[in-house]
T-cell receptor, first 115, second 108 residues
């Protein structure tokens, strides 16, 4: 049974529209992450969270917000979507927690197209 | 900032042969993860290493933090091994820094 799930799997949005990507994990990890992956590049960190109510900026946070309402759920919000945000978005859980590093596990990805 | 240089960017193998992928790090990293992105776009965890080597079936990985590199060896390649392989290093600040990926094509 998949431990990190994402919805939707595919999304087409219009420029200037609001987009919310959702992620759910059943790994009981405190840390969760949002990345984007563009063709020919590795994944880049957008936002992450240490636990419910926490959000932190990653390497490329501009144009994105995040929300962590519970241990299990982490959302990525594009308030005003732009074509440059067309990408594949991955959610992950894991990482360093209580001094121990646990490998990160990834969801299946969301393909977002902004027209 | 910290960087991960992955090579080669693309690799073609015939079934039954093998090769190695490599990631070099610009600074000392704490650990490394290797992933394969399958045909459905999902990232599959292959290895996590904080040191030394690990082997799983036809795959073997090594990580040397002092020499700043990691390798992934594939032997007896099969068609289902095709996909994009990523290494990701755990930085000093405990974040994952990804390489740009290796597109592996296994041919009959």
């Amino acid at each position: 049974e998949a431990a990190v799930t994402q919805s939707p799997r595919n999304k087409v949005a219009v420029t200037g529209g609001k987009v919310t990507l959702s992620c759910n994990q059943t790994n009981n990890h405190n840390n969760m992450y949002w990345y984007r992956q563009d063709t020919g590049h590795g994944l880049r960190l957008i936002h992450y969270s240490y636990g419910a109510g926490s959000t932190e900026k990653g390497d490329i946070p501009d144009g994105y917000k995040a929300s962590r309402p519970s241990q299990e759920n982490f959302s990525l919000i594009l308030e005003l979507a732009t074509p440059s945000q067309t990408s594949v978005y991955f959610c992950a859980s894991g990482g360093r927690d209580w001094g121990i590093y646990a490998e990160q596990f990834f969801g299946p990805g969301t393909r977002l197209t902004v027209l | 900032g910290d960087q991960v240089e992955q090579s080669p960017s693309a690799l073609s193998l015939h079934e039954g042969t093998g090769s190695a992928l490599r990631c070099n790090f610009t600074t000392t990293m704490r650990a490394v993860q290797w992933f394969r992105k399958n045909s459905r776009g999902s990232l599959i965890n292959l290895f996590y290493l904080a040191s030394g080597t690990k082997e799983n079936g036809r795959l073997k990985s090594a990580f040397d933090s002092k020499e700043r590199y990691s390798t992934l060896h594939i032997r007896d390649a099969q068609l289902e091994d095709s996909g994009t392989y990523f290494c990701a290093a755990v930085s000093g600040s405990w974040q994952l820094i990804f390489g740009s990926g290796t597109q592996l094509t296994v041919m009959p």
